[in-house]
């Protein structure tokens, strides 16, 4: 039996001080995405050596959770393997988006918040703002 995923677009209900935060770790994130791409040799495409190599310094420089320094370990490697397999040059990030999974991020249906890892720390009980499409 597969397992369905649903995905929803939407907006989220923040504070000043949280909307600061969330730019500020999609900042740390690209930044680390960036730091990889020059620092760790072009030939290294996969996550677990590249982890090896550089895991504490992404976390100590970028001061992100251990769940978001692997994220970004990941999405480089990923980027590498699809430049490579389009012949194409390794992309710049920019800090538009980041990767989240079940350890950095969690959403309560019962009330439609979600919580998520930032560099400041877990934000919790931000409301979704969920437009008539959703």
């Not at 590249?50 to 895991?55: A, I, K, N, R």
């Not at 393997?81 to 999974?101: C, G, I, M, Q, W």
């Not at 998520?116 to 979704?128: H, S, V």
């Amino acid at each position: 039996m597969s397992k369905q995923v649903l995905t929803v677009s939407c907006k989220l209900s923040v504070t000043p001080e949280v909307a600061q935060s969330i730019d500020a770790t999609l900042q740390a994130f690209c930044d680390a995405c960036n730091w990889l791409n020059q620092t760790v040799d072009t030939k290294v495409m996969g996550k677990v050596p590249m982890q090896t190599m550089v895991y504490q310094d992404v976390r100590l420089r970028f001061d992100l959770g251990a769940n978001l320094a692997i994220r970004a370990i990941g999405r480089v490697c990923e980027s590498r393997k699809s430049a490579k397999a389009n012949k194409s040059e390794v992309k710049r990030f920019k800090p538009t988006s980041l990767d989240y999974d079940a350890r950095t991020f969690s959403f309560n249906e019962h009330n439609w918040t979600v919580s998520l890892n930032l560099i400041k720390g877990r934000a919790k009980g931000i409301k979704l703002d969920i437009g008539d499409y959703q």
